[in-house]
């Protein structure tokens, strides 16, 4: 098994898709393929949950150039069992973990999966309420009791905690701490902030001709698919955001209502979050109490 450097381990809706792909373009880093293989973590992805050990000999096919090995699959933050299985295995594996203010984390990962993927996987997530009653989105926002296992089996020095919103303001400023932190030298970056970026007004439900498009797709051999899914994704172009793959999606407005529906709950994990790490959460907490009151 290839040793895997580097873990992007969350979070879900806090710009990780950009971060991981702007990364890529990096000569010394050598993102999995598919970015988020889900092999460690029992959490795979928003709703799959798994006990069953991970298949440790799939890294090899995920990993196929030189360079510092990056895996993220960024529902691993808040799996309780990977933790430990990193570090029975990869005990000098570094970690990038990438924050958001909680409450429109939450929301925007409710909104981008409540019509089509919950539908498909049987959950009745059709509101915010309704959601938020469900593990599986809180506890992705669960900040300090996910940190609070991470800490049990790494030093805290193994993590750059980053804040999304910087990947917007100083996004420069950003990749220049990661390369710090990765010990790699500086890169040239061609930055774009809309590209590669996974927003819920990009979601669009597959149409019955796109999901027939889907399935003979999967037919054919991943030798002759892979080149051509590969330069499509360097393009950022997705071919089931064609009109006749799949329709417009829904997306609601974040509100203060959503902000009384967990926020209390958030504040005390941010708050848990900032004592066991230093890192400064008061301006999200400020956000979360003012439009609690509002």
Sequence with gaps: MPEVDVFLIGVPKA?????????????????????????????????????????????????????LKLDASIHAFSCPLAPSRIQERIPNAKFILCLREPVSRSFSHWNMVFLEEAVANDVDWSTFEKAWTDNRLRDDSNYGTSMNRWLKE??????IIIDSGRLKSEPVN????????LQIPNFDYDIEESRHSNSAISRRPITSFGKLTKGIFSLIPGLIKQPIVKILQKRDFNIYNLPIL?????????????????????????????????YDTKIWCN????RIKN
């Design 15 to 67: 710009g990780t898709t950009w971060l991981a792909y702007a990364l890529d373009q990096h000569k010394e880093i050598n993102l999995s393929d598919p970015k988020e293989p889900n092999i460690i973590a029992s959490h795979r992805g928003t709703f799959v949950r798994t006990e069953e050990d991970p298949d440790w000999d799939k890294f090899k096919i995920h990993f196929n150039e030189k360079g």
């Design 246 to 278: 799949s329709n417009k999606g829904i997306t609601h407005q974040l509100q203060n209502r959503h902000y009384n529906i967990c926020g209390e709950d958030l504040i005390a994990e941010l708050e848990l979050f900032e004592e066991l790490t230093g």
């Design 287 to 290: 956000e979360i109490n003012n």
């Design 174 to 181: 950003v990749l220049r701490e990661i390369e710090n932190f």
């Design 154 to 159: 790494f030093d805290l020095e193994r993590f």
